[in-house]
């Protein structure tokens, strides 16, 4: 199927990085608005709120035409 002339070319991804779905990204923006950047809980940070903000944040970003990558996984350390 020919591509439409207004839309532009596909860009290829940098290499390591892949696209983030957008339940990876909601989890990412609740896991934010729930915790601070220590890991402790948020005092007034609500499960229920931060998965209905980060839903509606991706539902928008969608809308928007934002594209969010993702480096892979950092492998697990081993103590010795």
Known sequence: MPEHPALP???PLPSGLSVASAEEVA???AYALRY?????PRPSGGQLVA???????V???ERA???VLKRPPVPL???G
């Open 9 to 11: 070319a596909p860009v």
């Open 27 to 29: 989890d990412a923006l």
């Open 36 to 40: 601070d950047e220590r890991g402790k």
């Open 51 to 57: 998965s209905l903000a980060a839903e509606h944040l």
């Open 59 to 61: 539902k928008h970003l």
């Open 65 to 67: 035409g934002f594209l």
């Open 77 to 79: 350390h081993s103590a």
